[in-house]
């Protein structure tokens, strides 16, 4: 019986300790539970939150104002877009005209000295290339080369007779922007002048080489200024390359015969850098040229006075006058270096005032062949 209530304790105790653990083991899943809810409830209040705050974003706006922005710029692109085209537009329109307004003056030009340069009388003989210009404004080339010279060495020229003469020449052209303003003083003042030109200048566009079709008609002469202009070609290593420098002239020569016929010619070239650089730097080069050039009946014709447009430092038109005015005071016969190429806009500017004012100093205008 002992034994039974023994065993009956121990049941019952292990009973209670059964128990204890199921009621322990409920307590725990109750607190796990109630841990659980908790969570959960912090886990809800979290999504809550951050869809509080998402909510605040709103990303559907984000788009929204993205797509705006978007449409934006391509408003602003495309409305620069507009603005480029319409400016081409101008830009294309302005050079149409400047380019028809220059072709009707050298029409004009052309019908006003009976057009020599038509296909019927294409093979106009040297005589008519001066048609516009009073046969006692033109000199000839060989008296200035000399003239020139002697002056250069210090002689008295032969040609000095106390009458006040100018010689307007300009080099590197025709240019599309400059020779026409240059063209249309000379016209208005009633003077001509000699142009040098360069060859691959005159074959640059039917633009330059109607420019030269004007420049004869209106009764100013032509000189020839080497076809490439190039220093690095005439006189590698500082020194005159004969052939290249005869083939330049020659060059250009037939670019002008392919304009103005075929019986057409000049005997006034010059050199770039002048006759005088090279005299000085390559003497034996420069009268082994000189030889060359006179059995072509050409005559290399320097200045003795010049504008500097094209030494130093960029000067104005009040400027440029100014060079003229101090290098041919004291001159008999002033031979004036200018340029007519592109940007030397101030040396067209300029040149209203050069004219008026050597008309002022009693100089006789005159041209060179």
């Known amino acids: 019986m002992s034994d039974d209530i023994n065993n009956s304790m121990n049941y019952s105790n292990g009973t209670s300790k059964v128990t204890d653990s199921k009621e322990a083991c409920e307590a725990d899943k109750s607190v796990e539970n109630s841990e659980i809810d908790d969570n959960s409830k912090t886990t809800n209040k979290g999504d809550s939150e951050t869809n509080d705050i998402s909510d605040n974003i709103r990303p559907f706006e984000i788009d929204e104002v993205g797509e705006e922005d978007f449409k934006g710029i391509k408003k602003r692109k495309f409305a620069i877009l507009l603005t480029i085209i319409a400016v081409a537009i101008i830009i294309g329109i302005a050079i149409t005209v400047q380019k028809s307004v220059m072709n009707k003056q050298t029409a004009e030009a052309l019908n006003a000295t009976g057009n020599p340069y038509s296909e019927g009388d294409k093979n106009q003989t040297d005589s008519n290339v001066y048609n516009s210009a009073r046969s006692s404004e033109v000199e000839d080339v060989a008296f200035i080369e000399k003239y020139l010279n002697q002056q250069m060495k210090g002689q008295m020229p032969d040609g000095a007779d106390g ?3 100018v010689y307007l020449t300009f080099d590197d052209g025709p240019s599309e922007t400059v020779t026409p303003k240059v063209l ?9 002048a000699t142009f040098f030109l360069v060859g691959k200048a005159i074959d640059e ?11 004869l008609a209106e ?6 200024h080497t076809y490439s202009h190039n220093y ?13 420098c005869i083939s330049d002239f020659e060059k250009t020569n037939q670019s ?6 075929q019986d057409f010619s000049t005997r006034a070239v010059r050199f770039p850098g002048g006759q005088m650089t090279w005299d000085k730097k390559d003497p034996s080069g420069a009268d082994a040229m000189d030889k060359a050039l006179h059995e072509k009946d050409y005559h290399q014709i320097d200045w003795n006075s010049l504008s500097q447009d094209a030494e130093g430092a960029h000067k104005n038109a009040d400027q440029l006058k100014q060079e003229v005015i101090k290098t041919v005071s004291g001159r008999e016969k002033a031979i004036i270096l200018m340029h007519d190429t592109y940007g030397k806009e101030e040396t067209a500017r300029a040149l209203p005032e050069i004219i008026k004012y050597l008309k002022q100093q009693g100089y006789e205008f005159k041209i060179m062949k």
């Open 256 to 261: 002008l015969k392919n304009i103005l016929g």
């Open 205 to 215: 566009s039917e633009t330059n080489r109607n420019i030269v079709k004007r420049e």
């Open 163 to 165: 009458k006040k003469v």
């Open 232 to 244: 690095g070609y005439l006189y590698p290593n500082g020194k005159i390359n004969l052939e290249n």
């Open 184 to 192: 249309d003083t000379l016209k208005a003042e009633n003077v001509h």
């Open 219 to 224: 009764g100013n002469a032509i000189g020839n």
